[in-house]
């Protein structure tokens, strides 16, 4: 519902695995992006896409990487590098410049066991 | 870059009465304004947002105002429900970027 799909709703990852989380939408968006939510944190972004097979590092990157090879898709890659992955991912989309606002996915907990 | 501070934290008031949260901004060349509303274990929904040619923008009970000169823009609600309980974001970002940078939230909760 809402046009962003994220998948799954819950993630279990062991300790030095690598986890791939989905981001798919069907809104005709231009722009995607992946922020990280902890208590207290607010929203911090982690990467945005302007573009199909282009992306830009956020404020929190180190960790992680992503994808664009398609319009209507956004992979995040937690990897083994990132020190403190236990988090709630959220995934949004936007037209193009910021002025439109966002649509947000509705999340992936990640919980590293 | 861009650097939101939001106030309060955390917000409790009774039903009916009113609730404003506030938010400052850094970057002067920041234009666009949006709030989100996040209910437990739901995604942020964009509630309202104004533009920096705007000083005031109302919808319904919710309203935003905005400062540019003091660069700092706040969220009135009017007549509380218990269904306005959730978290709030603030956010600020270029007409001409990509990118939003967020506030750390206001939990607020509307007693019955």
């Known amino acids: 519902d809402g046009g962003i799909t994220q998948s799954p709703k819950y993630l279990f990852r062991k300790e030095g695995q690598n986890v791939t989380l989905s981001c798919e939408q069907n809104?005709?968006?231009?722009?995607m992006y992946w922020y990280r939510q902890d208590p207290g944190q607010g929203l911090r972004l982690i990467y945005y896409?302007?573009?199909?097979?282009?992306?830009q590092k956020g404020d929190i990157a180190e960790g992680y990487s992503v994808s664009r090879e398609k319009k209507e898709s956004f992979p995040l890659t937690v990897t083994s590098a990132q020190k403190n992955p236990t988090a709630f991912y959220l995934c949004?989309?936007?037209?193009?410049?910021?002025?439109?606002?966002?649509?947000f996915g509705s999340g992936t907990r990640l919980t590293v066991v | 870059g861009e650097n939101v501070e939001q106030h309060p934290s955390t917000l409790s008031v009774q039903e009916g009465d009113s609730a404003v949260i506030k938010c400052t901004y850094s970057?002067?060349?920041?234009?666009?304004f949006p709030w989100y509303k996040q209910e437990l274990g739901k995604r942020p929904q964009l509630i309202i947002d104004?533009?920096?040619?705007?000083g005031e923008k109302k919808d319904q009970r919710i309203a935003v105002t905005l400062n540019k000169t003091a660069k700092h823009f706040s969220l009135h609600i009017t007549e509380t429900q218990p269904e306005d309980s959730a978290v709030y974001f603030c956010?600020?970002?270029?007409?001409?970027?990509?990118?939003?940078?967020f506030g750390k939230g206001t939990l607020l909760t509307v007693n019955p």
């Open positions: 949004a989309s936007s037209f193009g410049r910021v002025n439109y606002g966002y649509t």
């Open positions: 809104l005709n968006h231009d722009a």
């Open positions: 896409s302007q573009i199909v097979n282009d992306f």
């Open positions: 970057d002067s060349a920041s234009n666009y």
């Open positions: 104004i533009r920096s040619n705007v």
């Open positions: 956010a600020a970002g270029r007409g001409s970027n990509y990118k939003l940078t």
